[in-house]
């Protein structure tokens, strides 16, 4: 196992600064994947304006994406359980680099960028020992694989960069599944979700667990606020007839706060929620639920459920200009402000789950 010191100290002797940036692909200020008309699914660029700056093919279906913090770089992962993660040239869109799953392991569909942009963390399954693992990746070195480390769980879907630049947090999802049996899941009775807070070595430094009547609800995606509080969101493999909380609160040291509406909205969104993301100023949390096709705001002060919005198919949500940008499979991309959503655009696309910003 390489170690956080001696992979810092390789870096310095073979780093290079970047000679170009995101401006030189369009300046886009999200990624996302999508299905187009011709059936293939491509990797799009896109402005808060709702503009398609570019769309470079994929492989296959794509999940998420995470993006150099400097380079017009992105990491193109497959939906899980994938084993495909390509780095595109976003200025060409040419492939610079193939990262392929070890054996025994699949991708979960995230990663994400050390600060300085010389490292790649990626979210696996090591799936015949039943554990999660997190890929460490030398982008200076055509992102070769320099080794791995435990996600602290099962199943870890996303993952963020803390504000320290030094403490990964992983949403460990709790689910076991192994390519052999698809997406069945394996341990339901006695699924176990978490979030970890880890060092980029792979020291746990803090784990955070739902209370025992909420273990079947399987942690999977990420939000992060400047001053560190992180939202996450839920899916449900419980009773399809109870809807318990599918968003949650913490900042490192406290217990985390789980957020629900009243019952009548909380039901519409049939256990399932998608994105999540902070509004531009941080006062407000929202996240998607693409099955029931609505889109849920909180305060985040107070706690306090703000408003439900219908938009069929939503999923894709980041912070946007006075508020939100979000996307659909329908194809259209709005904004969201203190109002009604607003269509920006209406693409001849099917867009995939997530809107990753970039740097």
């Given amino acids: 196992m390489t170690t956080r010191r001696g992979f810092l100290a390789g870096l310095v002797a073979a780093g290079a600064l970047p000679t170009s940036g995101w401006a030189d692909a369009g300046a886009p200020d999200y990624l996302a994947a999508a299905l187009f008309p011709d059936g293939s699914y491509r990797l799009a660029g896109l402005r808060a304006s709702g503009d398609m700056v570019f769309d470079l093919p994929l ?18 992962f497959a939906r899980r359980p994938g084993r495909f993660a390509l780095v595109i ?46 890929g460490l990746w030398d982008a200076t070195r055509g992102y070769a694989r ?15 960069l803390m504000p320290d630049g030094e403490t990964l947090a992983v949403a460990n999802g709790g689910i076991e599944t192994h390519p052999e049996t698809g997406r069945a899941q394996l341990n339901l009775p006695f699924m176990a979700p978490n979030l970890t807070y880890m060092e980029l070595d792979g020291g746990i430094e803090e784990q955070v667990t739902p209370p025992p009547g909420l273990h079947r ?43 629900a509406a009243p019952e009548v909205q909380q039901a519409r969104l049939q256990g399932y929620a ?45 912070a946007g200009p006075s508020g939100f940008f979000f996307t659909a499979g329908t194809g259209l991309t709005g904004r969201l402000g203190r109002g009604r959503p607003a269509g920006v655009a209406q693409a001849g696309c099917q867009w995939d789950n997530h809107l990753v910003p970039v740097a």
């Fill in 59 to 76: 492989p296959g279906r794509g999940h998420a994406a995470a993006a150099h913090p400097s380079r017009p770089e992105a990491v193109a």
């Fill in 89 to 134: 040239d976003c200025r060409t869109g040419q492939p610079i680099a193939t990262l392929d799953a070890p054996e025994g392991r699949h991708f979960y569909g995230h990663g994400v960028f050390s600060r300085d942009g010389r490292m790649l963390f990626t979210t696996e399954n090591d799936y015949d020992a039943g554990q999660g693992m997190i």
């Fill in 274 to 318: 998608g994105s999540v993301a902070f509004s531009d100023d941080g006062s407000r949390i929202g996240f998607t639920a693409p099955r029931g096709g609505v889109l849920h705001l909180f305060d985040v002060a107070s706690h306090a459920f703000a408003t439900a919005h219908e938009i069929a198919d939503v999923c894709g949500l980041g």
């Fill in 217 to 259: 609800n399987s942690i999977r995606h990420l939000a992060l606020r400047g001053d560190g509080l992180l939202g996450f969101t839920m899916q449900w493999q419980g009773d399809v007839t109870t809807h318990p909380p599918l968003l949650g609160l913490h900042r490192r040291g406290s217990d985390p706060v789980f957020l």
């Fill in 146 to 160: 320099i080794g791995e480390m435990f996600s602290g769980g099962v199943g870890p879907h996303d993952m963020v």
